[in-house]
């Protein structure tokens, strides 16, 4: 089975900052990596699909890059409204989730 | 505008069965690849089953022979059948649409399974 292995767990930043996510797979993925959002008490949102590619209607300050075993999610300026959890997924599995808060 | 509206879900013994409900408008689920995602509280997400559009079906090894994911295409509803129910079966249960390469691009709200021990 394939592990994803997302870091950090959690982090805290400030508004304006940039925010970093890795997820590391097991095996290649190539680039099939995607990336949710998922607010508290709501259903995840996809943000990010096929490693890089921004879904219609999310901010860009969103943003994804990688291939193979190595992936990154980054938020260019972190805003109060980015406060969620974030999952990386391939297939049937999911990465641990990186909280993400206010300093 | 696609929606997915899941039902069903509430308190039940271990040992028990539900089936939940997955509604879709502005998608038709026969010719769309439908799956179940659950998350147990305060835990991360877990795929549970997906139903491909000819109709074949894959499950989680957790899962594997206790669920059986379902569709009434007059209906347009997607339904899972959770039997032999545990306690770590606890978790709210969403159904998304599997798009190309596993891209989950709709969710549903989800619907909270609690099963009693």
Redesign the interface.
């Known amino acids: 089975d394939i592990q994803m292995t997302q870091s950090p767990s959690s982090l805290s930043a400030s508004v304006g900052d940039r925010v970093i996510i890795t997820c590391q797979a097991s095996e290649d993925l190539s680039d099939n990596l995607n990336w949710y959002q998922q607010k508290p008490g709501k259903a995840p949102e996809l943000l990010i699909y096929d490693a890089s590619s921004l879904k219609t209607g999310v901010p860009s300050r969103f943003s994804g890059s990688g291939a193979g075993t190595n992936f990154t999610f980054s938020i260019s300026s972190l805003q109060p409204d980015d406060i969620a959890i974030y999952y990386c997924q391939h297939y049937g599995t999911f990465g641990g989730g990186t909280k993400v808060e206010i300093k | 505008e696609v929606q997915l509206v899941e039902s069903g879900g509430g308190l039940i013994q271990r040992g028990g069965s539900l089936r939940l409900s997955c509604a879709a408008s502005g998608l038709t689920i026969s010719r769309n690849f439908m799956t179940w ?1 659950r998350q147990s509280p305060g835990k ?4 549970v089953s ?1 139903i491909f559009s000819d109709s074949s079906i894959y499950y ?1 090894d957790s899962v594997k022979g206790r669920f059986t994911v379902s569709r009434d295409t007059s209906k347009n509803i997607l339904y899972l059948q959770v039997n032999s129910l545990r306690a770590e079966d606890t978790a709210v249960y ?1 159904c998304a649409r599997w798009s ?6 709709f ?4 619907t909270l399974v609690t099963v009693s021990p």
Do not use: S
Request: hydrophobic share 55%; net charge negative; glycine share 22%.
């Open positions: 995602v991360g997400l877990e795929w997906v989680a969403y190309g390469a596993a891209i989950f691009d969710w549903g709200q989800g």
